[in-house]
């Protein structure tokens, strides 16, 4: 149980930091690739610093350091949002590949023994569920309790009167971007730790997952939760469930999990 519980965990905090940037209107496109490039960049700190805590902390700083300044520059030219989102998951899905061979000499997968010695599998499910509880009732928190979260929660319709109270809009839509990137990279360094090593494309396209789950869930936190709980579960189940049919072709149990979603989809 605690195993599927931590497996559910990198997709939850993806669709919630979906939900921040639905909210203002401006859909974090680039979900995906943060992911990606979070992960990456956990591995990387660590090789460096041979450090849990400070690899979390400079993989989370870098993350939105980069957000920050790619939605400032975003608003500042007023250039299309949708465009400028695809372009940073392009460039952030990019960038692993790249910073791999300048630094490991390699675009595969990359391994560490010291990352597999320090981090055991109990750790990674322990640290995977804390770390979403947390985030789940601090960021429900904030856009219900504080006024940031209902400049962000009225940005996208509401625009004139953030303009009436001396509010820029910009600002929360960056804000949502921003809080994007961190639960975006969140759950890329939880999914390096369930493995403990890096592999090229690690998200699996759990960051458009998280998009849709952020459709699918009518922009209600736990629905979105429900929606990625019934989501990993199909995924565990086409994992295991040739164990006990053999018949079945490996492409079926694949797309098994995305069979759910749409299904979810057709009678949502």
Excluded: H
């Amino acid at each position: 149980m605690l195993n599927i519980i931590s497996f559910c965990c990198p997709l939850v905090l993806c669709s919630l930091g979906a939900l921040f940037s639905e909210f203002t209107g401006t859909l974090a496109l680039f979900l995906d690739g943060m992911v990606n490039f979070a992960a990456f960049l956990f591995f990387l700190f660590f090789s460096i610093t041979k450090s849990f805590c400070l690899s979390f902390i400079f993989t989370i700083f870098t993350s939105i350091l980069l957000t920050a300044v790619f939605s400032w520059t975003i608003e500042k030219f007023k250039a299309n949002k949708f465009i400028a989102a695809i372009g940073m998951n392009l460039l952030f899905s990019a960038l692993p590949s790249v910073l791999s061979s300048i630094f490991f000499k390699t675009r595969g997968i990359l391994t560490s023994s010291e990352f597999q010695t320090l981090i055991s599998p109990l750790f990674s499910n322990i640290f995977s569920i804390i770390i979403t509880v947390i985030f789940i009732c601090t960021g429900i928190l904030f856009l219900q309790k504080t006024r940031t979260g209902l400049y962000i929660r009225i940005c996208a319709k509401d625009s004139d009167v953030l303009l009436s109270k001396g509010v820029n809009p910009s600002i929360p839509k960056m804000t949502g971007w921003a809080l994007a990137s961190l639960y975006g990279s969140l759950g890329g360094i939880l999914l390096i730790l369930r493995i403990c090593s890096f592999v090229p494309n690690i998200s699996s396209s759990r960051g458009w997952l998280a998009l849709a789950a952020v459709f699918l869930g009518k922009k209600k936190p736990l629905k979105i939760i429900l929606c990625v709980v019934i989501f990993c579960i199909a995924e565990i189940l086409a994992a295991y469930i040739q164990n006990f049919i053999p018949q079945i072709p490996t492409s079926v149990l694949i797309s098994f999990p995305y069979l759910v979603i749409l299904c979810l989809v057709l009678f949502n």
